[in-house]
């Protein structure tokens, strides 16, 4: 949100200064809650420990206990809690019938006032018409969305014209490095499978 904006004020012919009470807050020792630590929540997590962040994580299994240590992770088996110790709740799921609208009003209404949601996963994991009152009512200080649903939004929706969300076009792989090696693993399966061979990248039914 602040980078966003600050770019703005920045680069805007109107800005004579910069106010010094236009504050943002702290990642370092806030409470991140991831939903979902399949491998990206994982690597989330590694990546928040450098900010020494305190992880909290709900998930369908547990994690190994030498895992969660690595990371300095904390299982919450019930998402509830999660929502309402974290400053920041990272949704990091597939989209699925039990994932539909994981987040609606009620979810939102137990999270801090203060806190942020991140969706990384897939828009229809939140209910959007709860988040765009969530957002507009104060329930959470904001939102960051690299997805929604559908995408891109119409161009009159509602979560384009609030100031305390910001989004993206589901830009969370597009590096070049990303897409070849996506590329690559691809392909890498397609040959495997065509020879023969053991699949290195079987999605397994549930």
Not at 129 to 138: C, G, I, M, Q, Y
Not at 183 to 201: D, K, R, T, Y
Request: glycine share 6%; net charge neutral; proline share 5%.
């Amino acid at each position: 949100m602040y980078l966003h904006a600050g770019c703005q004020i920045a680069v805007s012919p109107d800005t004579k200064h910069i106010a010094v009470d236009w504050l943002g807050v702290e990642v370092s020792r806030a409470t991140l809650g991831i939903i979902g630590m399949g491998s990206i929540g994982y690597k989330v997590a590694q990546r928040a420990r450098a900010f020494n962040m305190r992880i909290l994580y709900h998930n369908r299994n547990r994690r190994k206990k030498e895992e969660e240590e690595a990371v300095g992770a904390h299982y919450c088996a019930k998402m509830e809690d999660l929502l309402q110790q974290s400053d920041f709740v990272m949704l990091v799921v597939n989209l699925t019938p039990e994932t539909q609208k994981l987040i609606g009003k009620k979810e939102l209404g137990l999270m801090k006032p203060t806190a942020t949601l991140i969706n990384i996963s897939r828009g229809a994991v939140i209910d959007q018409d709860a988040l765009v009152e969530a957002l507009r009512n104060k329930v959470i200080r904001a939102a960051a969305l690299d997805v929604t649903y559908p995408e891109p939004l119409p161009r009159d929706h509602p979560l384009l014209n609030l100031n305390n969300v910001i989004i993206t076009p589901h830009i969370g792989t597009a590096t070049v490095q990303a897409i070849r090696m996506m590329a690559e693993e691809a392909i890498a399966n397609m040959l495997a499978v065509l020879n023969g061979q053991p699949i290195p990248s079987e999605v397994f039914p549930k």
